[in-house]
């Protein structure tokens, strides 16, 4: 590889990219003060022009042979360990055992640079292999290392028949088997009913958590070293780019756990010691859970049904991050699909599959976000439009003003209450008079861990709780014994619980609503004014729900706050 001058090196390549028609010669002057070639390189790649064109290119101007990889010598890869090979950034694709010679793919133009003659030299004498490098397409090794992955899968493998335990897994990590260990650890999540897995480096270790029924378990820690491996495992079977470690990626893929069709969405976020990943798992064909079976029920389900049965207005789901909002809405839209509607959903990701229903994936970093997204539907003149979430002016107006013209609209924001949600929409310039006409209710909710019915124990509260119970649900004049019970474990449960169940507070905008609404009044007034028609709390129904058995009154507490 020859060294020339800096500014000299850029004209050239330029020069190769105009002679390959990738640019123009008036686009000269915007990279001709760039501090390298690979800053041209990467400036034209975010701006979308064909990685692979840009490879070739490069690798005329660096004096290196450009190929084509359509596949992958495995025993190639096994010459060179991976950690060195990510490490140097190259793909060992191809092994000649009677010379002697390695040939590998760089596929970053960076790595290109900074791989010279004496670290060839010194990683040639180490494997005893002469290496040969050539410039390859990112898009081209990872495609060829994902089809390497598929045809080391067995076809129809339910991953559920995978004999796993966490002694079985430190014995993975000693033999340093990274696929079986990261099948290992998605197999011993999804036994332990686990939503998600947390895979996250730190100074010296990897620990590997996995939440259920919204709980953080430490399932495993290992070594920080296998970070590289778990990452080019993860991202492979992922499709996503293997070498791409200074931004956050997406990706998915799917497994088979006892002949369930499993759906695991991956990203990834750079940390100082490496890239976390978090995989969520989502069973494909589960059922949608009814409204009653989330937890919706008594006043709050009787105001929900009357609203979702309106021909148009909003309907708004808050709460926090993993409260079950997505969950909800899609029950919603599950009972009002039917073939006289047209329903249409607007979401960043697409976390179920309904079926006669239109759903679209944004493309925020291309332009088609939410507000591009809703101009776009109204157009088709859909009945019912689920947008994924409200968070500035724009969508909040187009979402008032779509359902204003006769469309239904359900939509979720981030707020700790049903009611903070009319200010917030206040605060992003919806007027109070268009507000109040398109509103039909507002629902809040949290999850909270559901007690097993078989071992569950009944029990006494403190005096204080019970005093502070009493005050709060006093209003609501129950009609039951104040009975409560109590986490115990047992062989099908462990620590006494056994999923989750939603507690729900649903605000119907009523005239006095309305009203108050007009009137700019405090959250305070609004709460005292929907009180007089029946509201009940997010609290108050978590207090319902621990008399009957289905949770307690601890984790009712940690979930909600008091309303004043």
């Known amino acids: 590889m020859m060294i020339i001058n800096m500014k000299q090196n850029i004209e050239n390549f ?39 064109k840009l490879t070739e290119s490069y690798a005329k101007l660096m004096d290196l042979p450009f190929v084509q990889v359509n596949s992958i010598d495995k025993e190639a890869l096994g010459v060179v360990d991976r950690e060195v090979a990510k490490k140097f950034g190259f793909i060992p694709f191809f092994i000649d055992k009677q010379n002697r010679i390695l040939q590998v793919a760089i596929t970053n133009p960076r790595k290109a640079l900074a791989l010279n003659h004496d670290r060839l030299e010194e990683l040639s004498d180490k494997i005893g292999f002469k290496m040969e490098i050539m410039m390859a397409s990112r898009g081209q090794v990872e495609a060829a290392l994902l089809e ?10 339910d991953i559920g028949r995978v004999q796993i335990s966490q002694e079985r897994l430190k014995e993975l990590v000693s033999s340093n088997q ?57 991202k492979v079977i992922s499709s996503m780019k293997i070498e791409e470690e200074r931004i956050p990626q997406d990706g998915r893929f799917d497994v088979n756990f006892k002949n369930q069709a499993i759906d695991i969405r991956v990203s990834t976020l750079p940390t100082i010691f490496g890239e976390k990943l978090t995989m969520r798992l989502l069973p494909k064909k589960e059922a949608l859970a009814e409204l009653h079976q989330l937890g919706v029920d008594g006043f709050g389900y009787d105001q929900l049904m009357k609203a979702i049965s309106q021909p148009y207005g909003v309907i708004i789901v808050t709460g926090p991050t993993g409260s079950g909002k997505t969950t909800t809405i899609y029950s919603v839209l599950n009972k009002l699909n039917k073939n006289e509607v047209d329903i249409v959903t607007l979401e960043e990701t697409v976390e179920y599959e309904l079926p006669r ?124 014994p104040l009975n409560f019970y109590k986490a115990k474990g047992c062989d099908k449960c462990k620590d006494g619980y056994s999923g989750r169940i939603g507690i729900f507070e649903v605000l119907p905008i009523d005239q006095k609503i309305e009203q108050s609404i007009m009137d700019k009044k405090s959250d305070k007034e609004m709460l005292e004014v929907a009180r007089q028609s029946g509201f009940i709390s997010m609290r108050q129904d978590g207090l319902i729900k621990t008399i009957k058995g289905l949770t307690t009154v601890d984790e009712v507490y940690r979930a909600t706050t008091i309303m004043e």
């Open 14 to 52: 330029l020069s190769l990219l105009l002679e390959a028609g990738l640019i123009e010669r008036r686009d000269f002057a915007s990279f001709e003060n760039y501090p390298t070639v690979e800053d041209v390189f990467d400036a034209l790649e975010l701006a979308g022009v064909s990685n692979l």
């Open 357 to 480: 229903v239109n759903q679209v994936k944004l493309q925020s970093h291309l332009g088609f976000g939410y507000a591009e997204g809703i101009k776009s539907v109204l157009k088709q003149d859909p009945n019912i439009i689920y947008v994924g979430e409200t968070i500035d002016k724009q969508t909040a107006n187009l979402v008032v003003r779509g359902a204003l013209t006769g469309r239904l609209i359900l939509t979720t924001m981030h707020t700790n209450n049903a009611i903070e949600a009319l200010p917030r929409l206040i605060n992003l310039g919806v007027e109070p008079f268009l507000l109040s006409s398109a509103l039909n209710a507002v629902t809040a909710q949290r999850l909270v861990r559901r007690l097993c019915p078989d071992c569950k124990q009944q029990s006494s509260l403190s005096p204080a709780i019970m005093a502070q119970v009493k005050q709060e649900i006093g209003s609501l004049n129950l009609n039951m």
């Open 178 to 234: 990274i696929s079986e260990l990261v099948d290992g650890i998605i197999a011993l999540s999804l036994a332990d009913k686990a939503s998600d897995i947390h895979i996250e480096p730190f100074e010296k270790t990897i620990r590997v958590r996995i939440r259920v029924d919204g709980e953080m378990q430490e399932i495993l820690s290992l070594p920080l070293s296998l970070l590289p491996a778990i990452t080019s495992r993860v």
């Open 148 to 157: 390497d992955e598929k045809q080391n899968k067995v076809p129809g493998e």
